[in-house]
């Protein structure tokens, strides 16, 4: 081993090895040499033992290899993952300073602000603007330190500009002034308000069958109080109650608007009659809606839920029948039929009504609202007015 130009940090451990290998009978250990030319370079010493028929050590055979490549490789790996956990040291030093930075900016945007105000009334030459001068000068040195922090967390502090709010709003509110002029005019609200009761009004006298949806939407009106709640799913029957049907109070007439998810009416008239055990809750569904989520009667049930689901019959998917027949002229696929909702209620064990009748539709609701529990009322609908509502809308709509 002397022989061997080694690394002379690297001999007292090799002669060890060597020693040890003579009991173990084998060594394998990585060690340095110094070439000729003064490079380092890494070997791998792999060795056995032979002994002689007494079992004295008699030679030791075995090979060396340049592992130089492997070892600087390990050792640019353990280099770059020491860099790394570094890195994320100071990456989290960082963003706990950045965090405490921004805080404190917030904290010092009160502080100087306030300060600006107060100095304002502070009387020149008073001891109080002197104090507040102090306050003043110290926050700006907090915020100039904070901004220190913020550079070194990488996130910078925004600008602070100026801005004279007063003058921007009293602009908006010339502008909306203008905007708005000549529509300070109560009367296009009083012509809707008036289109609105005439509606409701002409279900007063027609006393036809099928039910029209203004005398339903009527009864049911009139049975009422003004803080109790309605909830529209979404169809032809949506359109004459977002259009028709009066709201006294806000958030007592629920619609699914914008996405129009039908199958709403029943879930959402559970969850109103949970925050509002108090008031009487009705869910208006056309037929085709109704059976999407009808299953959630077992829901109200289960809870104890007096919620009353007025169910708008007319075996379709009115408010597609109604596209397609103004646009194609035709329809096609809108038509289905219905189970009996009446047997369908009972299959709940809930309250069922039909109402073949003005009268009887009047009488179920009476009997359907007074319930402790969910009810069905199957109601046949005529929906052949349709294109009143949105001939006399379109006349309406122009004057507002
Ligand atoms: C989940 C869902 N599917 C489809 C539609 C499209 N859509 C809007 S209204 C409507 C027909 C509604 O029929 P119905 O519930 O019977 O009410 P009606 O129009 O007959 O009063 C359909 C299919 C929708 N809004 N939501
Ligand atoms: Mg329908």
């Known amino acids: 081993m002397a022989l061997v130009p080694m690394h002379p940090d690297d001999r007292q451990k090799m002669d060890e090895v060597v020693q040890a290998s003579l009991i173990a009978g084998v060594h394998e250990r990585d060690y340095r040499v110094i070439t000729e030319f003064g490079d380092v370079r890494w070997l791998r010493s792999r060795a056995k033992l032979f002994r002689d028929e007494k079992g004295a050590p008699a030679r030791m055979t075995g090979s060396l290899q340049d592992v130089t490549r492997?070892?600087?490789?390990?050792?640019?790996?353990?280099?770059?993952?020491?860099?790394?956990?570094?890195?994320?040291?100071?990456?989290?030093?960082?963003t706990l300073a950045g965090g405490v930075a921004h805080d404190f900016n917030n904290i010092l945007g009160a502080i100087l602000g306030y300060g600006e105000m107060a100095l304002r009334d502070a009387p020149p030459g008073s001891r109080l603007r002197r104090d507040v001068e102090s306050i003043l000068t110290a926050g700006e040195r907090g915020r100039t330190l904070v901004?220190?922090?913020?550079?070194?967390?990488?996130?910078?502090?925004?600008?602070?500009?100026?801005?004279h709010v007063e003058a921007v709003v009293r602009e908006a509110l010339e502008l909306l002034n203008g905007l708005v002029k000549g529509q300070k005019d109560p009367a296009p609200y009083r012509t809707l308000r008036r289109f609105i009761l005439e509606q409701l009004e002409e279900g007063?006298?027609?006393?036809?069958?099928?039910?029209?949806?203004?005398?339903?939407?009527r009864e049911l009106r009139a049975r009422m109080g003004r803080e109790d709640i309605l909830i529209s799913d979404v169809g032809t029957h949506k359109l004459w109650i977002a259009r028709t049907f009066p709201a006294y109070e806000p958030n007592t007439v629920l619609i699914s608007n914008g996405y129009a998810a039908m199958g709403f009416a029943l879930p959402a008239a559970i969850a109103a009659k949970l925050v509002h055990p108090e008031r009487k809750v009705v869910a208006v569904s056309g037929d085709g809606g109704f059976l999407m989520n009808c299953q959630e009667?077992?829901?109200?049930?289960?809870?104890?839920?007096?919620?009353?689901n007025v169910v708008f019959r007319?075996?379709?998917?009115?408010?597609?029948?109604?596209?397609q027949?103004?646009?194609?002229?035709?329809?096609?696929?809108?038509?289905?039929?219905?189970?009996?909702?009446?047997?369908?209620?009972?299959?709940?064990?809930?309250?069922?009504?039909?109402?073949?009748?003005?009268?009887?539709?009047?009488?179920a609701l009476e009997d359907a609202l007074a319930q402790s529990g969910p009810s069905i009322v199957d109601v046949p609908v005529d929906y052949r007015e349709n294109v009143k509502l949105t001939t006399r809308l379109g006349q309406l709509v122009c004057p507002i």
């Open 70 to 94: 492997r070892r600087q490789a390990e050792d640019e790996l353990k280099r770059m993952e020491r860099q790394l956990r570094h890195a994320q040291r100071l990456e989290a030093v960082g």
């Open 314 to 323: 007319d075996g379709a998917y009115n408010l597609i029948q109604w596209k």
């Open 325 to 363: 027949q103004t646009h194609l002229g035709r329809e096609a696929g809108v038509t289905f039929g219905n189970p009996d909702f009446v047997a369908l209620a009972r299959a709940f064990d809930v309250k069922g009504y039909r109402a073949e009748s003005v009268r009887e539709l009047g009488s």
């Open 147 to 163: 901004e220190r922090i913020l550079a070194f967390s990488r996130s910078g502090v925004g600008e602070r500009v100026a801005v």
């Open 204 to 217: 007063t006298t027609d006393d036809t069958f099928p039910l029209k949806p203004q005398r339903i939407l």
């Open 297 to 308: 009667l077992e829901t109200a049930r289960r809870l104890g839920l007096a919620i009353v």
